[in-house]
Structure formats: C-alpha cells, structure tokens
C-alpha cells in the first residue's frame, strides 16, 4: 500500500460554515434573511441592498433613516444559529458620497445578535421591552464626520452603548461561548484585540446573527418607536453607504482546559488566550486554497492494520485526519484535541485498495 500524507492547516469541516458568505455571488442574497419581512411589518427602511453590483465582491447596503436603540427596531440580515459560535466581517462604512466618514450621527454598520421575536408576524402583534441583542458596528456615533465604534448591549429594550475611536475599516468578531458574547476587533495595520466581553443569561439558544446598518438618528428620537418601526422613513439626512467584503460563520472548538472557565472574566481566561483562540484563527476563507505548515514527524506501517501518524502539533488545538483514494472524495477518520506537542492519529487499512491519501487539518 503507497500512502501519501498531507497537513493543510484550514479546517476541513464545519457545521456552519456553509453559512458564510463572500459576496461574490449575487444570488447568495436569497440566502439571507430580513427581520421587517419575517415581523411583518412590511416597510423596508433600506434605499438599496446588493450583492456584487454597486462594488465587485461585496455586499452594499445604504439605508434609509432608521435606528437600534430601546424599541426603535432598524435593519437586520440574518441567519439562525444555534448554540455556540463565531462570526466575522470586514466592513468599510462611508458617507453616502463615498468620500470618507458618515456625516449624520449613528451612522455605522457591524454584526448583531439578536433574540427572535417568533411571536411577532405582524404589527399589531408587538409589544415593548422586547428587544434583546448585541451588536459592534463601525462608522460614526456621536461625532459625524469622524470614525468611531459603537457597542451595545440591549436587554428587554434597555440599551447600553459605548462609543471607541474608530477607523475607515476594519475586522470585527462576535463569538458566543455559552452564557458569554466576546466582541473583538482589528484595524488596518494592527493587532486583534478584545474590545468588549458581556454575560448575557436571557439569550435563547437560537439566535439571529447577521448584519445591521442604520444612520441619522436625530430624527428618529423624536418618533415614537411604534411608528418608527413600521416605517420606511424618507428624506431627512441619512448618510451611510457600508461595503461589506465577507461574512463568515464558524463552530468554535474549546479546549477542555477551558471547558468550565468562564470567558467574561479575564483573570480566568486573558485577553492573549480569547485571541489565541479566535481572531485570524476564526477568520478564513473558506474557499482559500489549503496551506501546508504542520510537520510529520514520524509514520509507521503494518500491513492489516493501517497507517500510525504523528505529526507536530498545538496542545489544546483540535485536529481531524481524513483519508481518500482518488484525492476528490474525502472521508472522515478521527477527530481529537492535541494534548502534547506532538499527536498521531490511526487510520486502518482499506482492504484491496493499492493507494490510500491522508490530510491533517486544524478543525
């Protein structure tokens, strides 16, 4: 039996990844779900939404006059998740004239969790104090013309928002770990970082995470949230145009060192292990062609048994092995979390088969 063994260092496989998006297909846009139309409410406070038009490879959003805050309900497109998860999105927000920051205040566009209202299929069927989400957009806040971030978290339609300095673009994270939402963010020509950890106990399992744009709230405060959300607002001075380079979903593994620690506190869990964790990697490119970096350091064959690898490894990192013969169909072997420096996995022998190809992969 020849076997030849390779190590991309992409996950192989990924119950959420087929989520993701690239904006690269115009189609892709049926995937995604709006929350004005699942509500019912039948206003759409977008001016214009597209896939791989207005800017090749990218979702472009430019809304209307419309806010998240208290029970003022803005846009949202979306996905259900269930259970854990990390989502990442490169985002670019600009004023309307595509000449630098928004120029109305709390124009900005990011990622949002947000609890369903399944019970909510038309107007009249909504109430107050149901609002339950978390979001980091990036764009104006209070000062327009300058870039910021805004972060809130909204519980029963309580709203508390912090404002940071922003930048003309940027990578930004959301992952959920149990009870706990971690927020991270990366500039242009810097390092990832935590920005923000909440505890969040009231969020169901099932939540809707996607993407959120919103500008000019000074009109808006002096609505009445009721009509403000049943409305497509025009005029005003809404000022955002969000380019949107990707948005992709992953399953977070945990290593069983981490199993029990609580991930709001950073005294149990630092900032440098979050982003050992998450960051670049959580964030890749699904159709990325595989890169080879993990050394074998050692194989051994016994006829009727199989194959015995053992390779260079990351304690605490999960690995997967998958084996093919014809190296187009690939089927799944073992899964495992490295304990040491170096792990092995073995694969047994397919019986009558003259060849037999095996990758190692971060999962």
């Not at 927000?93 to 609890?115: D, H, T, V, W």
């Not at 369903?116 to 107007?123: A, E, V």
């Not at 972060?151 to 990578?171: F, M, P, W, Y």
Request: net charge negative.
């Amino acid at each position: 039996m020849a076997l030849l063994v390779s190590c991309p260092t992409r996950s192989l496989a990924d119950d959420l990844r087929a989520l993701s998006d690239e904006f690269d297909n115009a189609s892709s846009l049926a995937a995604w779900s709006r929350i004005f139309e699942v509500e019912g409410w039948g206003a759409d406070q977008m001016e214009s939404l597209d896939i791989n038009a207005s800017r090749s490879g990218y979702l472009t959003m430019v809304p209307k006059t419309s806010s998240w805050y208290r029970d003022w309900r803005g846009i949202l497109m979306f996905k259900r998740v269930t259970g854990d998860f990390v989502v990442t999105m490169e985002v670019e927000p600009r004023g309307r004239n595509l000449e630098g920051a928004p120029n109305s205040s709390y124009s900005l566009a990011g990622i949002m969790a947000r609890a369903p209202r399944d019970t909510l299929t038309q107007p009249s069927e909504w109430t107050a104090n149901g609002e339950n989400y978390i979001f980091l957009s990036l764009g104006t806040a209070n000062n327009p013309g300058h870039y910021q971030f805004e972060v809130k978290s909204t519980v029963n339609s309580s709203s508390h928002l912090e404002i940071d300095e922003g930048a003309q673009r940027a990578i930004i994270q959301v992952a959920r770990i149990g009870e706990v939402f971690l927020v991270l963010r990366k500039l242009e020509g810097r390092d990832w970082e935590v920005h923000r950890r909440y505890r969040r106990s009231d969020m169901p399992d099932t939540l809707q995470v996607g993407i959120t744009a919103y500008t000019d709230w000074s009109p808006i405060e002096l609505m009445d949230p009721f009509e403000h959300n049943r409305s497509s607002i025009d005029g005003h001075n809404p000022d955002l145009n969000a380019a949107v380079d990707y948005f992709r979903f992953r399953r977070p593994r945990v290593p069983s060192a981490l199993a029990e620690a609580d991930f709001s506190d950073r005294f149990e869990v630092s900032d440098a292990q979050v982003l050992d964790l998450f960051g670049d990697r959580a964030n890749r490119d699904p159709a990325a062609a595989a890169v080879v970096e993990l050394e074998i350091t050692g194989k051994a064959y016994a006829p009727g048994i199989g194959l015995e690898v053992e390779f260079e490894s990351i304690p605490g990192v999960f690995y997967r092995v998958e084996k093919s013969e014809d190296l187009r169909s690939w089927t799944f072997v073992e899964s495992a979390e490295a304990v040491a420096e170096r792990s092995s996995f073995r694969v047994p022998e397919t019986q009558g088969k003259a060849s037999l190809y095996l990758r190692i992969a971060e999962d």
